[in-house]
């Protein structure tokens, strides 16, 4: 075989290097996340943003050539996640999949919604539905694929077709696995969220942001994801780039918090910076309230928390045990019952989730609901639910900082 013949087979037309090749390699995925992160999830799942027309048909034909996801199933998918959260009906929860399952199954988890027409229809409305969309991505999606193998062999030769293929795993293993499965298993949190969302890493890097995952459940539209000052989101660093270029426009942020002095009742501005801060609210109660009595209810019982309350169960008292399995649920609610001061502030904050979480189309209601929260936390003579109180009542929002 000519000698010609056997180079292009080694290195295709451009005859890269190692070095070039995962320069390549490195350049291709991340190019993909961001068409994940920036356009699928930012922009057309959750309208934080918008990106000028070419660039985003650019995201568009990119997932398209290397994931050949379609992008109304991508975002009816991420939308019905989001409304069904850790229930039987999410497409991906570990609580009900199983961990394993998700990280390692993800895929046919995510070909298996794709298959519920109903739910496309239902949660993937204002999607693109133009010409193109029409006419080729979405009746020929496995074209995109197959169209970058072709691409990747002549230019790389067969190193190109082992690069094809890892590209081919990249979103189903980081997105479907990692950011689906892990970032609903492992990590920390800022936010006490009605779901198990955790933050895999505070330096949102190597999936474009996605590893800030319980940021982002805290506040679905928002476009950036990093809201602590030591987090960064490389999606959000992308964006602002490309909106000093009149390339996006940022539509919604998460709304910044403040905290006004010498409030006596809560008002309207209260329940406004509530409702889009509940989840702050919950986490401030169970940092300034609920853990400084557990501290105090093992230093009165002469022993360390961790054997006073195992951290399973001492987790579980932040939102009475959803999560935890049935026995030890009962275990912890016996617990509780056996430490009235204890119960006091665990009632408190069911009740105080219900103000919040109730949706009502009497603004009113909700209001009066919450100034009587107040009223009863501050009776019950508790110092840290009085201090709680007074604090909760000043919340009020600032307009969100870039």
């Known amino acids: 075989m000519p ?3 056997l180079d292009f087979l080694a290195g295709g037309l451009l005859q890269f290097g190692w070095g070039e090749m995962l320069l390549y390699l490195l350049v291709a995925t991340q190019l993909t996340i961001f068409s994940v992160t920036l356009y699928l999830h930012r922009s057309q799942a959750h309208r934080g943003v918008d990106f000028h027309p070419v660039l985003a048909h650019f995201f568009r034909f990119w997932t398209w050539l290397t994931t050949s996801m ?3 199933e991508w975002v009816a998918i991420h939308r019905k996640h989001h409304a069904k959260c850790e229930t039987e009906d999410d497409p991906h929860s570990p609580m009900y999949k199983g961990i394993k399952t998700v990280f390692w199954r993800g895929v046919e988890l995510y070909r298996e919604a794709r298959g519920m027409r109903a739910d496309i229809e239902q949660y993937g409305k204002g999607a693109p539905n133009d010409w193109i969309e029409r006419h080729l991505y979405t009746p020929h999606a496995t074209m995109g694929p197959t169209v970058l193998l072709f691409i990747s062999f002549a230019l790389f030769g067969f190193m190109g077709v082992a690069v094809w293929a890892i590209q081919m795993a990249w979103i189903p293993f980081w997105a479907a696995g990692v950011v689906n499965g892990l970032g609903h298993w492992w990590g920390y949190r800022n936010f006490e969220t009605t779901d198990t969302a955790t933050n895999l890493t505070p330096w949102g890097v190597w999936i474009g942001g996605e590893e800030l995952h319980n940021n982002h459940h805290a506040f679905p539209s928002s476009a950036k994801f990093a809201l602590r000052k030591w987090e960064v989101d490389i999606g959000w660093g992308v964006i602002k780039g490309l909106e000093k270029l009149r390339l996006a426009k940022v539509l919604r942020v998460a709304p910044a918090l403040d905290v006004r002095p010498n409030i006596n009742v809560p008002d309207a501005d209260t329940m406004r910076a509530l409702l889009a801060h509940r989840f702050q609210a919950m986490t401030d109660y169970q940092r300034n309230v609920l853990k400084p009595a557990l501290r105090e209810e093992a230093r009165i019982a002469g022993a360390k928390l961790r054997a006073l309350l195992p951290r399973k169960l001492r987790k579980g008292i932040a939102d009475d045990g959803r999560w935890l399995k049935p026995d030890a649920r009962r275990q912890l609610q016996q617990w509780v019952e056996a430490r009235p001061r204890i119960r006091t502030l665990v009632e408190h904050r069911a009740r105080l989730a219900a103000v919040l979480e109730t949706r ?5 209601e909700s209001l009066r609901n919450l100034q009587e929260w107040c009223r009863e ?13 007074a604090r909760l009542k000043g919340y009020t929002l600032q307009p969100a900082r870039a």
């Open 3 to 5: 000698a010609s013949i």
């Open 70 to 72: 379609i992008t109304r």
């Open 360 to 364: 009502t189309a009497n603004a009113g």
């Open 377 to 389: 936390a501050e009776a019950t003579g508790i110092r840290a639910l009085q201090d709680y109180s």
